[in-house]
């Protein structure tokens, strides 16, 4: 997560040809997303849209298609929930906005605050992620009992002799 995906532009940013700007079923297709699902991440706050149409179409430019991107592998490839996603892209921004401040301040008690304050959001992020790994390993661990558990009736079956029916890990029998 090094790049920082926000709606505003650094305030040193180069002038450039205008960005190229999407509608919502344009954006839908390329991400493989439904309209309704960029609706309600726009609902929940986790995106913004670059633009209105004169129509009141809302229009994406590439870094808000770089976010549902950001958002689609979180939600279906690391599995986070959409309140956990939320979190992680305000700590994004929130980091973004720090580093900004850090450069330009030259007070130190503001500068340490800020480090602190970053600091503490990270904790936050590794907490999120650190639970994350503990669910999954406790999936894996079901995952491997239940193969264990069928492994045993294969080794029955290839024996000869009548598959044992004990209950699996975590059941009653």
Do not use: C, W
Not at 92 to 112: I, M, P, Y
Not at 154 to 163: K, M, S, T, V, Y
């Amino acid at each position: 997560m090094d790049r920082v995906i926000t709606h505003a532009k650094p305030a040193d940013a180069k002038p450039t040809a205008a960005p190229r700007l999407l509608r919502i079923n344009e954006v839908a297709t390329e991400l493989g997303l439904t309209t309704r699902s960029i609706r309600y991440y726009e609902e929940l706050g986790l995106l913004k849209p670059a633009a209105r149409s004169e129509g009141a179409y809302r229009l994406y430019d590439e870094d808000d298609v770089e976010r549902l991107r950001f958002i689609r592998g979180l939600r279906d490839d690391a599995g986070f929930s959409l309140a956990e996603i939320g979190r992680l892209l305000e700590d994004e921004v929130a980091r973004a906005r720090n580093r900004l401040r850090f450069r330009t301040s030259t007070d130190q008690t503001e500068r340490r605050a800020i480090v602190v304050e970053g600091m503490a959001r990270i904790d936050g992020q590794v907490a999120i992620l650190r639970e994350k790994a503990a669910r999954l390993r406790e999936m894996i661990a079901a995952a491997e009992a239940r193969r264990s558990h069928l492994q045993e009736h294969l080794e029955d079956i290839d024996a000869g002799r009548e598959p044992r029916h004990r209950p699996a890990p975590g059941k009653s029998a």
